[in-house]
């Protein structure tokens, strides 16, 4: 008899990492593998380079805090998106669905829940999401990664799991990063990230830095979308719009990483053993939620914050210069971590909760 699995979750690769972590696994162990996602965001981009899963594309309203126009908008997409996933998932008849969470996951945990489906949502951040927190009650297991996450959920979905990491990245190869950058092994290399839709501010102030930050490190610079600035050709500096596959290589040759906060890329960092400056997103960009989780790695050890109101050229300078001098010290902060079996976890609740 045909196994089943819908996946589901997208607007930023945080809402879509784990997706494409475990996805391989149920079609290796020969499930049918469907996805619903938005019609233009990123998940579309990443799930396309998997082979053997369908992607349907569904109509998706944004999850606001703020006033907007859109927002009178917003509940005729989603209920237009709660009527499609309601039709796709009566086509594909599903044993479970699997969410990552973000505003496209929410018409589909609807749908599921109208169409009997049990589901299984995964919450990175230290607190619930927005979509997440509308679609728990559709939802029959919650898992969390950071152990404090379980303090915010219903006591009988809950459950902590840890990070879930892919497992590509630690196949990378120091010697291709070398060849994709052109830079040498004599110098320390600093990658900066900021996120995948890029981060105008850090962008500048790398760039207003870029000859002092120089002297330090070699710099590959993931800037985002139409954010690279072809004027700027030094010795020593790359620009990429966004990475996929070559991102565990220049890991590979990466001794720092200067990123924002979101969970799985952190975690990712952390089970990698980099040393990082996080500069998370501000209260007046985002729910706070990236905040949090950098003073949660902090105090553990293997991170240090620089907040966005204080980013400047000269803070961000003197914030890697003293990461460059401290990082054996986070190093082995970060040696006492062990990446979690999480993966395996998050493939046999999802086993487990199938219809």
């Not at 799991?161 to 497992?167: M, N, S």
Request: glycine share 8%.
């Amino acid at each position: 008899m045909e196994k089943r699995i819908i996946f589901t979750g997208g607007g930023t690769a945080g809402h879509v990492m784990v997706n494409v972590a475990i996805i391989p696994e149920f079609i290796k162990d020969g499930w049918t593998v469907d996805y619903i996602g938005s019609k233009a965001g990123i998940e579309r981009e990443l799930i396309s380079s998997i082979d053997q899963v369908t992607y349907h594309p569904i109509s998706t309203g944004k999850l606001r805090r703020y006033f907007s126009k859109e927002n009178f908008k917003d509940p005729f997409k989603v209920l237009k998106g709660t009527m499609q996933a309601h039709r796709i998932i009566g086509q594909k008849k599903p044993a479970v669905i699997f969410s990552k969470g973000g505003f496209v996951s929410v018409p589909v945990l609807i749908a599921a829940r109208m169409r009997g489906i049990p589901a299984v949502i995964h919450e990175s951040d230290f607190t619930p999401g927005l979509a997440n927190k509308i679609a728990i009650p559709f939802a029959k297991k919650v898992l969390a990664t950071f152990p404090e996450t379980t303090k915010y959920l219903p006591e009988k979905k809950a459950k902590w799991i840890g990070a879930v990491v892919r497992d590509e990245l630690f196949t990378g190869e120091q010697k291709r990063g070398y060849q994709i950058t052109g830079f040498n092994r004599g110098k320390n290399v600093l990658l900066i990230m900021g996120g995948s839709a890029g981060s105008k501010r850090m962008n500048q102030a790398v760039r207003e830095g870029l000859d002092q930050l120089l002297r330090q490190f070699q710099i590959i610079h993931i800037c985002g979308k139409d954010n690279i600035d072809e004027s700027i050709k030094q010795e020593g500096y790359v620009q990429y719009e966004y990475v996929q596959d070559e991102l565990k290589d220049l890991l590979a040759i990466s001794d720092i990483v200067c990123s924002r906060a979101g969970a799985n890329a952190i975690f990712e960092f952390l089970a990698l053993h980099k040393p990082m400056l996080l500069i998370p997103l501000s209260r007046h960009a985002s729910r706070g939620d990236q905040i949090v989780n950098a003073e949660s790695f902090e105090k553990q050890g293997y991170a240090k914050v620089l907040e966005e109101e204080d980013l400047t050229t000269e803070s961000l300078v003197e914030a890697l210069g003293n990461i460059r001098k401290d990082k054996m010290a986070i190093k082995e902060q970060m040696n006492q971590y062990r990446s979690s079996e999480a993966k395996q976890s998050v493939i046999d609740i999802i086993q487990q909760t199938a219809k």
